[in-house]
């Protein structure tokens, strides 16, 4: 993989830790602490199901997991004003809804790379050459691609995800699900 797949998930890691330490500091500052309230494992199953299978974690974890924190975050964001917490509201909207943009745009940029790649190997060595090949493609051309990652990636939760992709979903332009007008 190129140097920048590494930077862009260096950087997902780094801000999903102060994600995890912002919300643990907000738990604290409510008199409560990371663990204390029920939740699920879905990601954590996810992670442990993809394991070795590289385009598997890209659409799972940052297309599926990351995508559906955005479908979700601006009517949790939404609960906590309406019930007078705006810090943490303030914190979701302002620092992690911004920034898991980011995590699944990566996510979609590395899947559509390693699904393309696998196409022509020669062609696309690097996502430098990704990106200056798309410049040159038709629409249709694109268009096509396009639907071809799209396949694959519901070919991939169908095999790696339990359960249904729910809504609602995010329709904002900046929603990062594999959708034929986001790839």
């Known amino acids: 993989m190129p140097r920048e797949f590494f930077t862009d998930f260096v950087k997902v ?7 995890f330490s912002l919300l643990a500091g907000r738990l604290k500052e409510l008199g409560s602490s990371y663990g204390a309230l029920p939740a699920h494992d ?25 995508a559906r924190g955005l479908d979700v975050l601006p009517t949790t964001t939404s609960t906590f004003r309406n019930g007078g917490d705006d810090d943490t509201a303030d914190l979701l909207e302002r620092v992690v809804y911004p920034e898991e943009i980011t995590h699944c745009a990566a996510g979609v940029k590395w899947f559509k790379y390693l699904c393309l790649r696998s196409r022509n190997p020669s062609l696309y060595q690097d996502i430098l050459a990704l ?3 798309e410049a040159g493609r038709s629409e249709t051309q694109m268009d096509k691609e396009s639907e071809e990652v799209i396949q694959k990636f ?21 929603s990062c699900w594999l959708r034929p007008s986001v790839v």
């Open 131 to 133: 990106e200056e090949s």
């Open 42 to 66: 879905g990601l954590w199953d996810s992670a442990i199901a993809t394991s070795k299978d590289l385009l598997a974690r890209l659409a799972i974890e940052h297309c599926v997991h990351e």
């Open 13 to 19: 890691a780094q801000e999903e830790g102060r994600h």
């Open 154 to 174: 519901h070919a991939i939760v169908r095999t790696h995800f339990r359960g249904p992709l729910k809504p609602p979903f995010n329709e904002s332009k900046e």
